[in-house]
């Protein structure tokens, strides 16, 4: 009986770690993986070659969506102010342009030069990144912290409380995850969900 | 009880049915959070959707269908929407009127996602659409589309028949 419980408790507890990480997504603790995918100026690009970075801003973004266009000057904010303290954005576009066709290299192309994006602009055409991430919605944010050859995953979710409106914004929550990354803090909110577009399969519609 | 708390939340929904189709109402995550906790005799269909989001689109005539064959009996279908207010007037309730939306639509603002997206159900990674079916005692969410009326259908059809055993 007493078995039957704790079998019962396991099964439990390894269902609700499933919920809440569906397909192995990264979650905070994580290690992430490097990746070599090519960037809007036609060169390959993986984050073991920033020699000087301390981490990352991974965004899995793309051109259409109006949730990643509305953050878009943010990120850019969000570049400046910490690719100078060794955390630059890496911004890596999944979606299938068969559904998306704004979502294409080409596209990435034009939006890049129409916000001047200061980062790198990835194009990850097989989506093998994203699944790798577990990334479902744009913009979704991953915050890595290099650990000598690792890659930890300190912070995964949301940007901020407004996507609406940026003057409204109370809660930071990945410039908190930032700052307290940077001072060698524990990160006290390490995961946010936010209503994004879905990142576009192949094969769905 | 349930009785009452449905009639109340049901009337202040109501006088979105006898006025124009346009007309959508802004509401705050309180509103929804009641729908999510009714215990309905007949089940409650919630669709989180936006204008801007292709997926949601074409999943909309599925739940415009099922409002007109099942709200005679009692179904009850919200279709939540998550556009940014500033786009209520120029794209929401355009959007509403020239798909001449029958069912409730109610735009949701509250901009801080991350405090209420678990509270609708604690598996959505906040990817839109998403559907929640709730009726007496049960809940089931969708993080998906479906893909065609026949699956919201037959979605709707197993809580309507275990209701009918439960009673």
Redesign the interface.
Known sequence: MKTTFASLGILLCSFLFIAATPDGAYAPGSKATDFKLKNIDGKMVSLSDYKDAKGFIVTFTCNHCPFSKAYEDRIIALHNKYSKLGYPVVAINSNDKSIAPDDSYEGMIERAKEKSFPFVYLYDESQEIAKTYGATRTPHMYLLKKDGKNLEVKYVGAIDDNSDDASAVTKKYLENALDEVIEGKEVTTNSTKAIGCTIKWKGTK | MNHRILIFILSSLLPLSFTSSAQVREVKFNTIDSLLHLSPDMPVVIN?W?T????CV?ELPYFEELHKNYSASGVKVVMVS?D???ELESRLKPFVQKNNMASEVLLLNE?????W??RVD???????PATVIISKGKKEFFEK?F?SYAELENSLKLHIHSLKKSN
């Open positions: 989180f936006a801007w989001c292709k997926p074409q998550l940014f207010k500033r901009p801080d996602y991350n405090s997206i678990n604690s598996s959505w990674s906040g990817a839109i589309e893909s």
